[in-house]
């Protein structure tokens, strides 16, 4: 086969030129620029016109890859019907994609379908042990099925990977006060506000560990913290009064 660029003569069953790599064929050149102008356009965030692109592009030459891109405009879009199709097309072809099962958890997660979004979650760290955001995920959805344990052992393990993963020690904090680890507790919310020290409900959570502790110096000091950041907090305020009425009268 002849390249009609540069005329370099290839086998007849290659795809692209060995020598420009240009596309051997009308199809192929269509598929190729509709995948650039696809990848650029989702670059860009023009998520509608980029899907138009990978359709096309997935027309002439479906992947898995291409499948996945699709899902996760329709995901990014709002629809998730549409983006678990796609997902679940592009697993049927390649079952071991990260990307693919991570997608489809999120998409279920956001339809409220909690247990097969953890299905989904477990089957992407399996596969990808530093997925971090699947660790996340997992512990989110395990906090919304109150099952607190397997909460902090996924999100300590996404922190063990990656301590500076803010968000997980405000969710591990919250599951470990439920379970009543109160040290843990202000250990991880402490982490919290060490990261973001403007972090209002971190201080207030860490106001009432101490509280539980029976450290009430410390409590009253932490409610104070909250209410310069956030004077309108009126759980703040109606501790913090009650607690100060207990130092006056008892200490």
Do not use: W
């Amino acid at each position: 086969m002849i390249c009609p660029s540069c005329k370099t003569k290839n086998t007849e069953d290659s795809s692209y030129c060995k020598s420009c790599g240009k596309a051997l064929s009308e199809k192929l050149d269509s598929y190729q620029q509709a995948l650039q102008y696809a990848t650029i356009l989702e670059n860009e965030g023009q998520l509608d016109e980029a899907l138009q692109e990978f359709v096309k592009a997935d027309s002439l030459k479906p992947t898995p890859e291409i499948s996945l891109h699709i899902g996760n405009i329709y995901y990014r879009l709002g629809k998730l019907d549409k983006a678990i199709d796609r997902y679940n097309i592009c697993l049927e072809t390649k079952p071991n994609l990260a990307g693919a099962l991570y997608g489809l958890g999120l998409a279920l997660f956001r339809k409220a379908h909690i247990t097969e979004a953890i299905k989904q979650f477990k089957k992407t760290v399996k596969i990808d042990p530093d997925f971090l955001l699947a660790y996340y995920y997992l512990g989110i959805c395990y906090y919304h099925h109150g099952q607190l344990q397997e909460t902090c052992i996924n999100l300590r393990q996404l922190l063990n990977k990656n301590p500076n993963f803010t968000i997980a020690y405000y969710h591990l904090g919250e599951a470990c006060a439920q379970l009543g680890n109160l040290d843990e507790t202000i250990e991880n919310f402490d982490k919290v506000v060490e990261h973001n020290p403007h972090d209002a409900p971190a201080f207030f959570q860490l106001a009432v560990a101490y509280y539980k502790k029976g450290e009430l110096d410390k409590s009253i000091t932490y409610f104070k913290k909250v209410l310069e950041l956030d004077p309108e907090h009126d759980r703040a305020k109606h501790n913090l009064k009650a607690l100060e009425d207990v130092r006056v009268h008892y200490y």
